[in-house]
């Protein structure tokens, strides 16, 4: 009987703990996650403050638990906008504020959108508007050298917007921790 009574309670107390653990994941703070958009987020329509939506494109496992179940949408919004000017493109960045999970239930998320790089998707050089050739000389064991090259002259065109196409591959990074109850 005491055998019988101890195999019940070591049971129980496992189910427990299994229970216990089931219970809540933490995505902690820098977790990546999978996402896209399903239409063109762009500086040339969009303004700060625009709400954003996109869409997890397949499931987030932590250990053995679902943390971002596939088709999950983040809602946010467009933190920072910059124009195109001469010699830069457009820039733009993303905050994510809530996750909507396929079943409805919504959630803060505290997290930004990145490409991989960098959070924000744009603000690069413009290519240069013109070139100059340049003769670059140099001395080799026995004479002197020299080499023509084309150098850009320092005028640059003017910049283009940037933006995300439906589809790209981009990734929320949460930026504190994430905790979902299983």
Do not use: C
Request: proline share 5%.
């Amino acid at each position: 009987m005491k055998k019988i009574f101890l195999a019940i309670t070591f049971v129980a107390v496992l189910l427990t703990m299994y229970s216990l653990n089931t219970l809540a994941a933490t995505l902690e703070k820098g977790s990546f996650v999978l996402v896209e958009t399903k239409k063109i987020l762009s500086t040339q329509t969009l303004q700060e403050g625009d709400t954003v939506y996109f869409i997890a494109p397949q499931d987030t496992w932590l250990d053995e638990i679902n943390i971002v179940p596939k088709n999950s949408i983040f809602t946010g919004y467009v933190s920072m906008l910059k124009m195109p000017v001469k010699g830069i493109n457009a820039a733009i960045k993303f905050k994510i504020t809530h996750i909507t999970l396929p079943n409805g239930e919504t959630h803060e998320f505290d997290g930004v959108i990145t490409d991989g790089k960098s959070d924000m998707i744009g603000g690069e050089l413009a290519p240069p508007a013109s070139y100059n050739k340049m003769t670059h000389l140099y001395q080799s064991r026995w004479h002197w050298s020299g080499t023509t090259q084309w150098v850009p002259s320092g005028d640059y065109e003017y910049g283009q917007h940037r933006g995300v196409k439906p589809g790209q591959k981009l990734f929320v990074v949460n930026e504190s921790p994430y905790i979902t109850n299983d």
